[in-house]
């Protein structure tokens, strides 16, 4: 049953859904992605720890997907599924040396082309439309040749959008941040914020933390880079909180961007995203600083919609995934969904949360595969791998996990309850062989820079 006030919101997001498709007012679209941002450390989304105020607020004045999934845990790929609504196995882009086809329709082609000042910054170099191809009609564009990092970032936000408050073209924006992603970025005060005050985390020869060291991927164990990074450092939990003081500072730069739009009278008409391509694993299942694995800690992603005149301090709890972004914008804006798109229109999830439905989720390297329902996970290696050796990839075998007993995935239930592993193999190959249209992948031209900075980071060896 519809309460009135769920009526009046679908009756205003109707209204300026059918305004912007009339021209009369176009609506400002940013997507702003959060690079290895892990769902569960927003306050909004129950973290009682870390400190978010600027995203809180955000998602006091928006619509919070509080189960929102990525299909594939490494930035290019997932960034590449967020701006075509295609899964990997559609658009073939499976690592950060991937570029998709040029016969995809992008977001940024579809919003230039319907009138959109398409923009857009990015932080790593293999998303520079040279490499990922997935910028293919960005008009105003900040290249990247190093990893940038937020207070490198806003400045050239701000000014971006100083000049659209005077302009009367609508925009559409990307804005990517980095500084959640290996080597966590938490300058000044943040690097301390979540360790225990007066405790010294180079103390001592050996520690916690190279107690570990020998479960980290293969190629963070002996990379120079990463070695840097934690050089003298003794206590594994001073590198947590380093990744908890990533999060705030993040969060202190959003706020600083939502600020500048109220001040320039933008906010009012902008329907703003914020989501991460995918979250990070800090010693769960012996994955440790990384993105390895399905499970909840890489594949659980915050996803904040803002729309004006639409929802506040609205929660949604059904299963929603990063294919589903460009849908429900294109539906908000009344433009076309192209015919490809493998997901829905999420908006009417908020009058009726009505949870159930299954995430197709893949892995860099087509390593992994796998389905997460409400209440179940269903896991299958692909591959024989070792290069994590606190999970070790073994082709063929299958996990399963009951999320809502079992919430850390530590009881693999799959041997005790083989009836809802069939039910879950056999929804997995619905969702695997459902037929998409097949475009072809390529390998981008890498150069000696940009390999250093994968390798760097661990996505080479």
Not at 118 to 144: D, F, H, K
Not at 296 to 301: C, D, I, K, L
Not at 313 to 324: E, F, G, P, W
Not at 400 to 421: F, W
Request: aromatic letters at 8%.
């Amino acid at each position: 049953m519809r309460s009135r006030l769920q009526t009046m919101f679908l009756l205003v997001a109707t209204v300026l859904s059918a305004t912007a498709q009339a021209g009369e007012k176009k609506l400002n679209v940013i997507i702003i992605t959060a690079d290895t941002l892990r769902g569960d450390m927003l306050g909004c989304n129950g973290n009682k720890e870390v400190k978010t105020p600027a995203l809180d607020a955000l998602a006091a004045e928006s619509v919070n997907f509080t189960h929102a999934y990525t299909n594939i845990t490494t930035t290019t790929p997932s960034h590449a599924t967020i701006f075509t609504s295609l899964y990997p196995r559609d658009h073939k882009a499976y690592s950060n040396t991937a570029r998709i086809s040029s016969k995809i329709r992008t977001m940024d082609e579809i919003m230039k082309a319907a009138g959109w000042h398409t923009a857009a910054i990015v932080n790593m170099p293999w998303l520079n439309p040279e490499m990922s191809n997935i910028l293919q009609a960005t008009e105003e564009l900040a290249r990247c040749k190093h990893v940038r990092k937020a207070e490198k970032t806003n400045p050239w936000v701000l000014d971006f959008l100083d000049r659209q408050g005077k302009s009367s073209k609508p925009f559409y924006l990307w804005v990517h941040y980095t500084d959640n992603h290996t080597p966590y970025h938490a300058p000044g005060k943040y690097a301390t914020m979540y360790y225990p005050k007066g405790k010294d985390p180079r103390a001592g020869k050996s520690g916690s933390l190279q107690k570990v060291w020998k479960w980290f991927p293969v190629h963070h164990q002996n990379e120079p880079s990463f070695k840097r990074w934690l050089k003298g450092i003794t206590d594994v939990q001073y590198v947590i909180a380093l990744n908890k003081g990533s999060v705030s500072w993040l969060d202190l730069h959003v706020g600083k961007l939502i600020q500048r739009l109220k001040r320039d009278g933008l906010w009012d008409n902008t329907l703003l995203v914020f989501t991460a391509d995918h979250g990070e694993s800090l010693g769960e299942h012996k994955i440790w600083f990384s993105h390895s694995g399905l499970y909840q800690p890489t594949v659980h992603v915050p996803l904040i919609i803002h729309m004006p005149g639409g929802p506040a301090h609205k929660t949604v709890n059904s299963l929603v995934q990063l294919a589903d972004l460009m849908p429900t914008i294109l539906s908000r804006l009344g433009l076309k969904i192209p015919s490809h798109a493998r997901g829905r229109d999420i908006w009417p999830l908020i009058e009726s949360d009505a949870g159930g439905g299954a995430v197709f989720l893949e892995h860099a390297g087509r390593q992994l595969t796998g389905i997460v329902t409400p209440r179940y996970k269903y896991i299958k290696h692909l591959k024989n791998k070792s290069y994590n050796p606190g999970y070790i990839l073994h082709k063929g075998k299958e996990e399963l996990y009951d999320l809502q007993k079992d919430p850390g995935e530590q009881h693999d239930i799959s041997s005790a309850k083989p009836k809802i592993l069939k039910e879950m193999r056999a929804m997995w190959k619905r969702l695997r062989d459902r037929r998409g249209k097949d475009f072809k992948g390529a390998s981008a031209k890498v150069d000696d820079q940009t390999e250093e900075m994968l390798r760097s980071l661990g996505y080479t060896q």
